[in-house]
């Protein structure tokens, strides 16, 4: 997922792999038709996983990847910093795990101030 996505399209990407899913927990079931309740459950519980970690992934690349009109300082030094692109990173979740694509600042000073990888709240994400 590379592009900002309006709220519509965010839902058509979720549904469409909620929907995915769920042909996937069908298709598990009609092969293991004598599987119990738990066997079930621990199959459903992967989907789970993998929905809940695709759904942040949409929620969070859908509507911003962290890049900032004015760059940031950098918290060593004060210049301001460079911006380097954006990068992939992955976010082990306690319900899945999710590739959040995020702007991607270092200082360009020697002072091995910081690079700067922005998360939600720092790129605006909680308005």
């Known amino acids: 997922m590379n592009d900002i996505m309006s709220r ?5 990407a979720y549904m469409s792999y909620a929907e995915e899913l769920f042909e ?7 092969k293991h038709p004598t599987a119990t309740f738990e066997a079930i459950e621990e199959q459903a519980r992967k989907s ?4 809940m970690g695709r759904s942040l992934t949409i929620f969070v690349n859908g509507r911003d ?3 900032q009109l004015e760059l940031p300082q ?4 004060g210049a301001k910093m460079k911006y380097k692109g954006t990068f992939e990173k992955t976010i082990y979740g306690v319900e899945g795990e999710t590739r ?15 690079a700067f990888f922005p998360s939600g709240s720092e790129a605006g994400l909680e308005k």
């Not at 789970?48 to 929905?51: G, I, T, V, W």
């Not at 950098?74 to 030094?77: A, L, P, Q, T, Y």
């Not at 959040?100 to 910081?114: E, H, I, V």
């Open 100 to 114: 959040l694509k995020r702007a991607y600042y270092s200082c360009p000073n020697p002072c091995q101030g910081t």
């Open 48 to 51: 789970r996983r993998q929905l």
């Open 24 to 30: 996937d927990m069908e298709n598990w079931y009609d």
């Open 8 to 12: 519509a399209e965010r839902k058509a």
């Open 65 to 67: 990847e962290g890049k």
């Open 74 to 77: 950098c918290h060593e030094c």
